[in-house]
Structure formats: C-alpha cells, structure tokens
Antibody, heavy 119, light 110 residues
Framework: QVQLQESGPGLVKPSETLSLTCTVS?????????WGWIRQPPGKGLEWIGS???????YYNVSLKSRVTISVDTSKNQFSLQLRSVTAVDTAVYYC????????????WGQGTLVTVSS | QSALTQPPSASGSPGQSVTISCTGT?????????VSWYQQHPGKAPKLMIY???KRPSGVPDRFSGSKSGNTASLTVSGLQAEDEADYYC??????????FGTGTKVTVL
C-alpha cells in the first residue's frame, strides 16, 4: 500500500504560480511506479495533468503542457507540481497518485487538496 | 485530446444491474486494451475498479465487470448495492497524449 499526501497553498492569486508537493510514504519513489497529478474542478470530472518517473522523464497533458512542470526529489521521497499563470478555471481539487505504466492506471491516490484561484 | 463520452447518469434498484458506456475513438479506447474504470464517492479520491478492460484489482467485488467493443467500453455493476452509489469514470491510454478520462457517470441506487 502506497500512501501519498498533497500539500501546498489553498489559495493562489490569478496570474501567479500554483505549487503543490506530494509526499510519498511506505514506498520508495525511486522504484517502478510513475507518479502523477490529476485535478477535478468542483462538481466536474477528472483531468490528467501529467506524470513523472524517478529518472525525471515526464509526460504532460498537451492542453496544459505550456504551463506545467512536474519534478521529483528522490532524497525527500517527494514529487511536485507547478502550474503557471493560473486563472479561475484552474480552481480544482488536485490529487497526486501512483501511475502504473504497465496497465496505464492510477493505483493509489492521495486524499486531494482544494486549490482556489482568486484575488 | 477530448474527454471520453459517458452518460451523465444511470440508475437501478438494489439487486439489479446497471451498465455504463464510455465512447472514445480509435486513438484511445478503440486503439488499446488499456481501459480502466474508477469509482468515486463524494468527497473521496477515486478508486481503481477495472483495468485492462476486464481485469479487477484485488479486493474489488466480482459484481463489477468490464468489456469493450470497438471504440466503446462498458462497465457493468451486477447485484447493485447501496454502497455502489457513486460517480464512475472511465479512462484510457491514448498514445501521444498518454491519458484521458471520461466525463463521468453518476450511478444512483433507487
């Protein structure tokens, strides 16, 4: 069982950068999983943001690619999300999760954190 | 990459079956046998229920089953129980833009 916990500001101003960290426990980030970010606007569906391997290889949703950076810190067993130039449409619950590249599934999820974009 | 299309809602009485469709294209659902289904209860993170079209992770009841025909995948919940009331999302590997979710279906147990 992999445990994940998102952390970061719950309120971000428009045009600024949203930054979140996912801390992984009970499992080393430097193993077989990819690690991913997914978001869900209030009352709406899920949207894949991107995924990263511990080597640093990344895959991003093409619709967000120009504004997103996902990075990994193996020494802290964490991976992070940066989303630049945010607007109100980026208000969502942000989840981190393990991404199984064998079956293309998100197997374990964090509890999610609500980020609101507002001045 | 557009979201996969699901009906907004589905319902059934306890003990009955409900089937949810998930329609994509030949670039996602129709092109790969990597369709997954997730269950999400209100305020909770999604839970993986089906992967590789038909397979169930350990601990998922065999009342949940998946199938695919062409560009459309389906999730069937047999013997509906009250705890099955939730939102369900399909997803698929999609090649160059590797991952896409469905629009979601709210299942109501009458």
């Amino acid at each position: 069982q992999v445990q994940l916990q998102e952390s970061g500001p719950g309120l971000v101003k428009p045009s600024e950068t949203l930054s979140l960290t996912c801390t992984v426990s009970t499992y080393s980030i430097s193993t077989d999983y990819y690690w991913g970010w997914i978001r869900q606007p209030p009352g709406k569906g899920l949207e894949w943001i991107g995924s990263i391997y511990h080597s640093g290889t990344t895959y991003y949703n093409v619709s967000l690619k120009s504004r997103v950076t996902i990075s990994v810190d193996t020494s802290k067993n964490q991976f992070s999300l940066q989303l630049r130039s945010v607007t109100a449409v980026d208000t969502a619950v942000y989840y981190c999760a393990t991404y199984n590249s064998n079956w293309y599934t998100f197997d374990y999820w964090g509890q999610g954190t609500l980020v609101t974009v507002s001045s | 990459q557009s979201a996969l299309t699901q009906p907004p809602s589905a319902s059934g009485s306890p003990g009955q079956s409900v089937t949810i469709s998930c329609t994509g294209t030949s670039s996602d659902v129709g092109g790969y046998n990597y369709v997954s289904w997730y269950q999400q209860h209100p305020g909770k993170a999604p839970k993986l229920m089906i992967y590789e079209v038909t397979k169930r992770p350990s601990g998922v009841p065999d009342r949940f089953s998946g199938s695919k025909s062409g560009n459309t995948a389906s999730l069937t919940v047999s013997g509906l129980q009250a705890e099955d009331e939730a939102d369900y999302y399909c997803s698929s590997y999609a090649g160059s833009n590797p991952y896409v979710f469905g629009t979601g279906t709210k299942v109501t147990v009458l």
